[in-house]
Every structure is written in C-alpha cells, then in structure tokens.
C-alpha cells in the first residue's frame, strides 16, 4: 500500500488528520477514515487538500510520479490555457 501522503499528493490537512488515526491494517480502513475525517475539515482546509492535487493537464515536469502515470504524462493544449489562467 502507498503512504498516506502519497496517495493525496502530499502532507494536506486531511492527510495529517487520517494519518492521526493510523495504524491501519487494509486500504479499506484508510478509505473509512477519509470518509469519516472529510466532514470535519474547514473549508480552508479542503481547499488546501485540494489544491495539493495536480490540475488536470498540469505541466508534467510538476507532477509527482503516481499522477504522472495516471494522467499518461498527456497535456492537451487547451487545458495548459484554462490552467494558466
């Protein structure tokens, strides 16, 4: 299984609370406490969350490894616009 951190792109505000609530014995366990943390998180702090997350289209000279294979390293010319403005 993938770190904490790495599955959300990094330390955000929802990694440091599952993270809180660790150890956990399976990926279901993890996925049940996001689900139970999320309601919990100001709305500053799933902002922070979400933006640790790549862009869609982002520049893949910015991604981390895991969300260059997910995304295929593909960067439509369209998205990299909406994505600089």
């Known amino acids: ?9 990094g330390t955000t505000p929802l990694a440091e609370k599952v993270r809180a609530g660790g150890p956990y014995r399976s990926t279901a366990e993890v996925v049940a406490r996001m689900r ?6 100001t ?3 799933r902002v922070a969350t979400l933006n640790a997350h790549p862009r869609i ?6 991604l981390s490894s895991r969300s260059l294979e997910e995304q295929g390293g593909d960067q439509l010319p369209e998205l990299a616009r909406l994505n600089a403005e």
Do not use: Q, W
Not at 1 to 9: F, H, P, R, S
Not at 36 to 41: C, I, K, R
Not at 57 to 62: F, L, M, N, V
């Open 57 to 62: 289209g982002e520049d893949k000279s910015r």
């Open 1 to 9: 299984m993938t770190t904490i951190d790495e599955a959300l792109e």
């Open 43 to 45: 709305e500053a702090e």
């Open 36 to 41: 139970a943390v999320l309601p919990e998180l």
